[in-house]
């Protein structure tokens, strides 16, 4: 129906109803997204609470959805409960061919891919935490800011959305002293990931294609049901679907792939859910996992020019603890586990054709560039989730580092902002990254070449 006729429908039906608001046909969609997988494949992705998949239509022609995963809610695992018992939801999915100009489901929208993104938003680390002693106010938009973040990025028009990981933190139930998390759904069905993810995000959703890496949020023993349901861009397999803990040593882990950009970038997404900060000792079989997720990295860095890695957890870059007692600050550096991994195949830790990565874990905003040939690194987990308080200094000492042997030429960081980052691409191997507050106002800016970035600001205040 023509827009014009339908506003002449909806009138006639206020009439008839005595002026009553209009109310459209139910929808039982809950989510609708598009996700850009291995080889840059884009794949329509619908939740929906009917019983069947909805068509899609592609400029104009109708195609079936396939089912990702029945009609059904997700199973608790032992010892773990979902409150409310995770509502039942349909998973929907069906590939959207390159050069697509329009796709429309459920009488919405989406997004279709650019074969070459200009204009890309990274967050990350973006739910409302509910866990052990820490319990963030969710009902309130200034203490969970998400949904204001990503309407502030979606205003910016991006062609390609990251996110960095750790989209789930609804894991335990609100105190009844906290009025600002009161009624929130909680642990690892469907409605926990609604609350924390798939509604604050609805309008970056409908912005652009997404990227996604896994958090450690999303392994198996967590939030890793959802992740394969509703978010992995590959593939649902039974078996790797984190239901069963016999099958984890399968579903906690999966294998690296590349996403084009065009002009000869790539991204190379790599999954790290599963690891340590700890460190990981030679026995343990996440070290040799991780070890053959550096390698299949490197095999895919092959491909382009410039190689921009993707994972959660940061392996360049700093946090910081202060001691309750003394006051004193400490830094930390990078994942361990994965140092340790990526370390027993090559002492640089990444493969040096891999030029930038982009990370979350750490709540905050964080720059580092390095005199050693390590690559640029960005931590943008400071989205959603509760932020880390604990300032970075603007400089470091000479041997301070977050990764033995890289040298810190220039760091910068924003501790206890929310907000986003932008990057456009200004050459071959060159970017102009922005840092955005929440309300989509800059904060700083940095300049990527190589592997190499600077920003203006070393302290964002
Ligand atoms: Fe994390």
């Known amino acids: ?13 206020s009439i008839l109803a005595g002026c009553a608001a209009y109310t459209p046909a139910p929808s039982h969609t809950e989510s609708a997204f598009v996700l850009i997988g291995e080889n840059g494949q884009a794949i329509a992705r619908v939740i929906t609470a009917a019983q069947a998949c909805p068509p899609l239509q592609v400029d104009g022609h109708l195609m079936p959805m396939r089912v990702r995963v029945p009609y059904s809610s997700i199973p608790a695992r032992a010892g773990q409960v979902h409150t409310p018992p995770s509502s039942a939801v349909l998973t929907c999915e069906a590939p959207i061919p390159a050069g697509s100009f329009t796709a ?10 650019k074969a070459e993104p200009h204009r890309i938003v990274v967050i990350g680390d973006t739910g409302c935490r ?36 750790d989209y789930h933190y609804r894991e335990d139930p609100c105190p009844s002293d906290r009025p600002g998390c009161a009624g929130s759904p909680y642990g690892y069905g469907f409605d926990a990931w609604a609350a924390d993810f798939f509604t604050p995000a609805r309008t970056l959703l409908a912005a652009a294609p997404w990227v996604v890496a896994r958090g450690n949020h ?38 690296p792939y590349a996403v084009p950009l065009g002009g000869g970038a790539q991204l190379i997404v790599f999954d790290t859910a599963n690891t340590n900060w700890k460190g990981l000792p030679k026995t343990d079989v996440r070290r040799a996992r991780y070890a053959d997720t550096y390698r299949k990295v490197e095999a895919l860095a092959k491909v382009a020019q410039y190689n921009i890695g993707v994972d959660h957890h940061p392996l360049f870059a700093f946090g910081a603890n202060r001691d309750a007692q003394t006051g004193e600050i400490t830094l930390f ?15 640089g830790y990444f493969p040096r054709s891999v030029s930038m990565l982009l990370s979350g ?18 931590v943008a987990g400071f989205s959603g989730t509760a932020e880390d308080i604990v300032p970075l200094p603007a400089s470091v000492a000479p041997g301070q580092t977050p990764a033995p042997g890289a040298i810190v030429e220039t760091m910068s960081s924003w501790i206890d902002g929310f907000g986003f980052m932008t990057m456009e691409r200004t050459g071959p191997d060159a970017w102009r990254v922005l840092v955005m507050d929440r309300d989509g106002k800059q904060r700083n800016s940095c300049t990527v070449k190589g592997r190499k970035s600077q920003c203006e600001v070393a302290q964002v205040k």
């Not at 827009?3 to 909806?10: F, I, V």
């Not at 550096?333 to 090559?346: C, H, P, S, T």
């Open 218 to 255: 999303e392994n198996c023993t967590r939030a890793g049901q959802g992740w394969w349901r509703y978010l992995d861009p590959r593939p649902f397999e039974t078996g790797r679907d984190c239901d069963k803990p016999e099958n984890d040593a399968t579903g906690d882990y999966s294998d």
């Open 104 to 113: 429309q489901v459920d009488g919405k929208r989406l997004p279709v891919p």
């Open 130 to 165: 509910l866990k052990g002693k820490d319990f963030q106010d969710c009902n309130d938009p200034k203490s969970f800011p998400f949904s204001t973040v990503a309407a502030s990025a979606a205003a910016f028009k991006p062609d390609l959305v990251i996110h960095v990981g």
């Open 1 to 13: 129906m023509f827009p014009s006729s339908r506003l002449a429908a909806l009138a006639a039906a």
């Open 333 to 347: 550096g990078g994942d361990k586990g994965l140092l340790d991994a990526f370390g027993d195949v090559d002492p």
């Open 361 to 378: 874990h750490v709540h905050l905003w964080e720059q580092t560039s390095f005199s050693t040939p390590h690559p640029t690194q960005f």
